[in-house]
């Protein structure tokens, strides 16, 4: 029986995870028992923020993996993924409060609204229901489905790590300080009319052992504190220096972190001293307005955080001929929780049915751009920086769908993973996105004598044979791998052998763990890949310029272990260098900020020390270094300009500054040289580009990183740009290079074919040479196609050669099976979609017409109509270098 013709039921999927499930079944159908998915996902756009577990806002493009993000239930949401890329961006606009920017796919949280007290049919009976729903799909709703269902907002948070510590100021007490206090003269003072602040300020004045006179102030007075003990500062103004408070003006004052995240009995006392002091009590909720920008989003920070709503919008106010923009806090909910003292502004129990946590919203599509999504453990649902709550989209919905196929034909399921978090989240979605429970293989847990046909799997626990061989060969039809790119290490391979009958998924956001060819010794074919555009074309990182020093490096002896440079050989071979490359750098980076990565520890140590002999501020961390967070810091804040490691940095760790990489620890993984790169290209305020430095590198193998691969797959492009780099003096963009470096490679390819051109007329002369085909239709995934697999990189079969061949295309150029079947996809979908055909590209450009492949069928069929008519000549009028068709 077909698998893919079961009804899959629960969860809808999103068009590309239809087309990656059926991708996949196709593979396992075709006999690839061994399939790979890459399946990253979409999100925000740049600069949208989102709040982490602390209490504290990030923006998107800031997070970074070891960052937890805070989840609509106030616990912790580790993340597990952070994925780049570009697509289709909408506005979501809500009715109350600011909009944000996300992608067509990006999952909004949405809660349906009571449609009816009474309700008698069964979609009335959903009011209250929380859904996931993509952008694309709300889209296509009706206008009632859209009315009904509303974004929502998170209600009152514990933030994870709170600060429980004493605080050296009552938060009632600080709460009125920042509203009607003065902060910023030789002594602190309240200003007030209301008899309950009155009270507080001598009960406040009593603890902090201060005294207090009272100044004139209109209808109100002003209350001014020193210490009781004279030419002795108090304990309460060390307080509020140390919190950041002394010296702020009516302009620059905020709540201090600690009581903005603190306890939320903290945060309610602080709101309560706020509206007491300088807030307006209206229809049961709260006006408050301050010049303090800061301190206006602070405060609706804080309500937010305690299940309130609150909405910051500027305004204009005027005194005394003096006009100025203030920012109003508008405050709503139930506001009776507020702690709050003066009687005349104490809130009642709200009456009101409406839950101000739930807002309508429209959407408006702002065209393509760059995104920064993340996947998620826990519910995958995290907070917006206003605390919407949203929801992160990952991969592991799609292997649910397929894990629910192979149960419905029969098939037993087991699900690896190399951790505990991700075996129960894998669980926990295949439930919700298919009904299906799954049996445990985990440390006493077990499988065995289980009913459930889907297994979530610890690889450290079955890799044992003991636990192992519990299991009969043939126990397993089906094994999926969450997190693909760790299936090549030794323990996933003893599973993988064991059940060697067992049709295999690899699911992973990273295409690689060393190189592409390293899981394609494993895997069979590359079922489905969602690709991402570079990083750099997307806009989100930074430009990056490279350039190479005239030093030869050489490491033509340097051994090879596990696919890459052995590291002790490595850093024996760069010893005689470390002094000259170190004065080098005087040159090429004595102003810039600089992460410098070397094969060995003592190497680095040794680097470091070459380098403080001509003059920088340089440090070492490893990891064995005791001061290693305090050297990390001081980098960070700039009393050391260049940071040496042995790999210790290539993930986990972040400086947006850093505008300095030099890779001396050689590598063949475009993974690792990507990483090591990576730490550079951040976006930070000020900063230009980042500049790579690359050598003149001595080796036998040609395969080496440099920077060309991090932005080309083309073999003849990344020499090219190579060779350009070598060549020049200066530090170049690789996206400029690589665009010059293409128009050298298409002339070269252009050259070579006019030479094939000739050979073949004397042969096939109704056929198309397969690189005229590809440059024609400017195809740069055929023209840089490159087999990663071992099927692809068979020979052509006859098969193949023949359905070529009746397509027009001269099958004889063509190495590999991979690329004909590249070539046979891409030619049915032009048939399809009625462009040309080989033979009238051919036809066409033999007479000097240009590009050829881009026209349509009837385009093309119109012009060679027209030469036929003219006797087998290009009309008059008509110039084929130049002519475009209409």
Known sequence: MDSRSLLIVGIELRPYQQEAVDAVLHEWDIGHNKTLLVLPTGCHAIGEKVLLADGNIKKVEDVQLKDCLLGSDGTPRHILQIIHGEGYLYKICPVKGKPFVVDENHMLTLKRTKESNHPV??????????????????????????????????????????????????????GILLGDGGLNGSSISITTMDDEVVKVIHQQAELLDLRIRTEPAGKATTYIFASKKAYTRSAFIRSLKDLGMRGKTSATKQVPDIYKTGPIGVRLNVIAGLLDSDGHFTYNGYDFISKSERLSNDLAFMCRSVGLAAYVTPCKKGCNNFVGTYYRVSISGNCDKIPMKVQRKMATSRKQKKNVLVTGFTVEPIGTGAYIGFTVDGDNRYLLDDFTITHNCGKTICFAKIAESQVRVGNRVLILAHRGELLEQAADKIAKATGLKCAVEKAEQTALQSWYRITVGSVQTLMREKRLSQFSPDYYDTIIIDEAHHSISDSYQNVLNYFSNAKVLGVTATPDRSDMRNLGQIYDSLAYEYKLPQAIKAGYLSQIVAQTIPLQLDIAHVGMAAGDYKVGELGTALEPYLDKIAEEMVTYAKDRKTVVFLPLVETSKKFCRYLRKYGFKAAEVNGNSQDRAEVLKDFEDGKYDVLCNSMLLTEGWDCPSVDCIIVLRATKSRALYSQMVGRGTRLHEGKENVLLLDFLW???????????????????????????????????????????????????????????????????????????????????????YVPSFGYEMTPPSVKQIQALEK????????????????????????????????????????????????????????????????????????????????
């Open 807 to 886: 397509f027009g295309i001269f099958a004889d150029e063509i190495e590999n099976a991979g690329k004909a079947s590249l070539l046979l996809d891409r030619l049915k979908k032009r048939q399809d979609m009625s462009l040309s055909r080989p033979k009238q590209i051919r036809f066409l450009e033999s007479r000097g017409f240009q590009h050829v492949g881009t026209w349509t069928f009837d385009q093309a069929s119109s012009m060679i109509a027209r030469i036929s008519m003219n006797n087998w000549r290009v009309p008059n009028g008509v110039t084929p270098e130049t002519y475009i068709p209409a």
């Open 121 to 174: 049919y069964p979609s009335e009976k959903h009011g209250g229901e929380i859904i996931d729903v993509s952008v694309k799909e709300w889209l296509t709703w009706s206008k009632w489905k859209k009315h009904i269902h509303k974004l929502i907002r998170a209600d009152a948070i514990t933030f994870y790590h709170s600060h429980q510590n004493d605080y050296p100021i009552d938060p009632y007490f600080l």
């Open 698 to 784: 001595n080796t036998e193998r040609h395969e080496l990183c440099r920077p060309a691969h991090l932005i080309s797959k083309d073999e003849d492009i990344a020499k090219k740009m190579t060779e350009k780099l070598e060549n020049s003096a200066v530090p170049i963009d690789i996206e400029e290079l690589k665009k010059e470096s293409e128009s050298d490679v298409v002339a070269e390819r252009e050259q070579a074919l006019a030479e094939k051109l000739k050979e073949m007329k004397k042969r096939k002369r109704k056929l198309v040479d397969p690189l005229q085909f590809e440059m024609s239709i400017q195809s740069e995934d055929l023209s840089g």
